[in-house]
C-alpha cells in the first residue's frame, strides 16, 4: 500500500494521521507485505511531513509488515542526518525497513529549503552516493561535494564512542528502490546500474510502463545484471465492489476520482510539461488528458473478477513485474473503502497469484500492496 497522501484539506490532520494509521494496520491484518508513505513539508492536502515518525508509529501497532518513506526528499535534507535515521529506523523495525530515494516535486516544498528544480537530479544522485559512503564505509571520512560535505575525521575519540555513525541492520543495507515518472530517464538507467529496484507511478499509461522496463531492463543488462521482477513495483489505483458498474460509479465520484482530478490540476498549473507525462503517447491532445481518460484508461475498478482480468492484462501488456502497490485514498467513505480492500484481499489477490503462479510466469506479490 502505498500512501501519498491525499486528504481533503478540511478534516482535522490528526484525524488523517489516525485514518492511515488504521489503515496500516488494516493491511497487515489483509497479509499486506508493505506499507509506503511519501513526504511532503507544505501541502494541506498531502499531509505527512516527515514519514519515518509516521512509520516509527506504526512499528509499535504492526508485527511483521515492511515499512518504508517513498521518497525521502534528499535534496532536502543533508545525507549525513539521512543516512544516521534511516539506519536507526531500520535497527527500530529490526529489520522491516524498505527505502525509495526521490527528489520531491511540490513547488513550495522546493522553495522552501532553498532548492532548485533544475538541480533536482544532480542533488539525488550527489546525496545517494554520500549516503552509500556512509553506510558501507568506515571512518575516518571526508567528502567535498557540490551541494554537500561530509567530514568526520578531526575530533575523533574511540576510547569514548565519540566518532561513530550507525550502520543499517540489514547489510550491506535495506532494500532501496526510486520512484519513476518518465518512460525513460538518467535516474532510472542510474538506478539499474546500482541494483536499486523502482516504483512506477500510480497514474502513468500502461504504455510508459513498458518503457520503463525497457529502459531499466537496458541498463541493467550493460550493467552486467540479471533483472528480476522482484526489482519492479507498479503502483495502480484500485477500487473493488461488489458489481463492476457501482465500482466504477463510486471510484469516479469518491476520494480517488478527486485524488486523480486534484494531481491533473496541480500538474497543469506547476509541471513545465504540462500534462505529458500523464499522456498514452505523444499523439494525445492535452485537452484528452481528463478523468474520464484515466478512468478509462488507468484506473482499475470492478468487481473482483473484472479487477483480477484488468491486472492480468496490464501484467501481460507490460511484462513481468514482482510487485502490485495499491494506492490509497481518502476515507469519505470509510465503509466503502475498508470492504474494498477486504474484497481485494479475499478474492483478488488469491484469484491473481494463483494465476500468476499457474502460468509459470515468476514470482508475483499481489498482495505487498
Known amino acids: 500500500m502505498f500512501v501519498m497522501p491525499i486528504h481533503d484539506p ?7 494521521i489516525d485514518e492511515d494509521l488504521e489503515l496500516a494496520v488494516q493491511c497487515e ?20 511531513v516527515m514519514p519515518e515518525l509516521f512509520l ?22 543533508h545525507p549525513a542526518h539521512v543516512a544516521g535515521r534511516l539506519a536507526f529506523l531500520d535497527h527500530m523495525s529490526h529489520g522491516r525497513l524498505n527505502v525509495c530515494f526521490g527528489p520531491g516535486a511540490i513547488p513550495t516544498d522546493i ?7 533544475s538541480e533536482s537530479g544532480a542533488r539525488v544522485a550527489e546525496s545517494i552516493d554520500m549516503i552509500m559512503r556512509l553506510w558501507t564505509g568506515e571512518l575516518p571520512i571526508d567528502i567535498e561535494g557540490r551541494f554537500w560535505n ?4 578531526d575530533n575523533l575519540h574511540p576510547k569514548f564512542g565519540v566518532g561513530h555513525l550507525h550502520k543499517p541492520l540489514q547489510q550491506p543495507h535495506p532494500p532501496i528502490y526510486v520512484p519513476s515518472i518518465s518512460r525513460a530517464s538518467a535516474g532510472l538507467s542510474k538506478a539499474a546500474e546500482r541494483g536499486f529496484r ?7 499509461h500502461a504504455s510508459a510502463l513498458h518503457e520503463q ?9 550493460a550493467a552486467g545484471r540479471a533483472v528480476q521482477p522482484s526489482d519492479w513495483v507498479v503502483s495502480r489505483n484500485v477500487f473493488v465492489a461488489d458489481s463492476t458498474k457501482e465500482a466504477k460509479r463510486l471510484a469516479r465520484g469518491n476520494s480517488l476520482g478527486a485524488s486523480i482530478q486534484y494531481i491533473l490540476d496541480l500538474t497543469r498549473a506547476t509541471a513545465p510539461g504540462g500534462v505529458a507525462m500523464w499522456k498514452r503517447d505523444h499523439e494525445q491532445a492535452d485537452s484528452d488528458c481528463t478523468l474520464d481518460y484515466f478512468m478509462e484508461d488507468v484506473v ?7 479487477v483480477t482480468e484488468r491486472l492480468l492484462a496490464l501484467r501481460e501488456e507490460i511484462g513481468n513485474f514482482g510487485t502490485l502497490v495499491l494506492t490509497a485514498h481518502d476515507w469519505d467513505d470509510r465503509a466503502r473503502w475498508k470492504e474494498s480492500l477486504r474484497l481485494f484481499a479475499s478474492e483478488v489477490a488469491p484469484a491473481l497469484n494463483k494465476t500468476i503462479a499457474a502460468g509459470g510466469g515468476g514470482p508475483a506479490s499481489a498482495t505487498s500492496t
Not at 478540511?10 to 488523517?16: D, E, G, S, V
Not at 491484518?29 to 505527512?48: A, P
Not at 523502482?198 to 502513468?204: A, D, T
Not at 522496463?213 to 543488462?221: D, E, G, L, Q
Request: net charge positive; proline share 5%; hydrophobic share 40%.
Open 10 to 16: 478540511a478534516k482535522p490532520l490528526a484525524q488523517c
Open 29 to 48: 491484518g489483509l497479509g499486506f507485505h508493505d506499507f509506503w508513505v511519501g513526504e511532503h513539508h507544505s501541502s494541506s492536502v498531502e499531509n505527512i
Open 213 to 221: 522496463r525497457k529502459t531499466y531492463s537496458r541498463a541493467a543488462t
Open 150 to 153: 561530509v567530514k568526520m575525521k
Open 111 to 117: 522553495e522552501v529549503f532553498g532548492a532548485q528544480a
Open 56 to 77: 516509527a508509529k506504526l512499528l509499535g501497532l504492526t508485527q511483521a509488515i515492511r515499512i518504508g518513506p517513498a521518497p525521502v526528499c534528499l535534496q532536502y535534507h
Open 198 to 204: 523502482f516504483i512506477s507511478h500510480h497514474m502513468i
Open 300 to 306: 482499475i475498478a470492478g468487481d473482483p473478477d473484472h
